[in-house]
């Protein structure tokens, strides 16, 4: 089953305008939530975080957002550039008893910003 | 600012053959841990060390094994080759103590023929 889900897997939005992903996760246990962007060909590349203490992290144009209670998590991009055309993973965490922080991922959501 | 470095970048094999795929971890960093991807999919985890140590285990087929040295560089070796193991396999890295992000390579891309 999926942990960690990203129910649209494409957005299409104009340069200059807001793009927001979305995504859900089940497991309580994740405590500490990733975005990730990806292009063909590469590795993903971390974009922004949030701890499950807070419920807004804020880095230029990329701002996440944390519902505790509803399980879900938004990245909100303002404004939007053709050059943020991408996959935009979402990723959640948990501490394991071996210390071990595995990333569980969504689907991804693929971004498009037009001209 | 250096990166993580995984070789090589592009492997083909045959069925029931063996690989060796290798990740150079960002300095200072003392965990590795590797993933794969598989064709429109999200990326799996595999399996991580800590310290030289294997610290968690995924969704690892038995056939595959890794290890960490005293460098910190990791190995994901993988034998009796099947077609379904075509995929990406990243490696990432990170430091332990809180939270911490991990930094992925750009991967190695596997076909199996």
């Known amino acids: 089953d999926q942990q960690v889900k990203q129910n649209s897997p494409s957005l299409s939005v104009q340069e200059g305008r807001i793009s927001i992903l979305n995504c859900d996760y089940t497991n309580s246990m994740f405590d500490y939530f990733l975005w990730y962007k990806k292009y063909p060909a590469e590795g993903p590349t971390f974009l922004i975080s949030?701890?499950?203490?807070?419920d807004k992290n804020e880095d230029g144009r990329f701002t996440v957002f944390l519902n505790k209670s509803a399980k879900h998590l938004s990245l909100h991009i303002v404004p939007s550039q053709p050059g943020d055309s991408a996959v935009y993973f979402c990723?959640?965490?948990?501490?394991?008893?071996?210390?071990?922080?595995?990333?569980?991922f969504g689907k991804g959501t693929k971004l498009t910003v037009n001209p | 600012a250096a990166g993580v470095i995984q070789s090589p970048r592009h492997l083909i094999k045959e069925k029931r053959e063996t690989a060796t795929l290798k990740c150079y971890p960002i300095p200072r960093h003392d965990t590795v841990y590797w993933y794969q991807q598989g064709p429109g999919q999200d990326p799996q985890f595999l399996i991580s060390f800590y310290e030289k140590m294997q610290s968690d285990k995924g969704s690892i087929p038995d056939r595959f094994s890794a290890q960490q040295f005293s460098d910190y560089h990791s190995e994901l070796n993988m034998s009796s080759l099947e077609l379904g193991d075509s995929a990406l396999y990243f490696c990432?890295?990170?430091?332990?103590?809180?939270?911490?992000?991990?930094?992925f390579g750009p991967g190695t891309r596997l076909t199996v023929l």
């Open positions: 949030i701890s499950s203490i807070k």
């Open positions: 990723a959640a965490s948990a501490r394991t008893q071996g210390g071990s922080e595995k990333l569980v």
């Open positions: 990432a890295s990170s430091s332990s103590g809180s939270h911490n992000e991990q930094f």
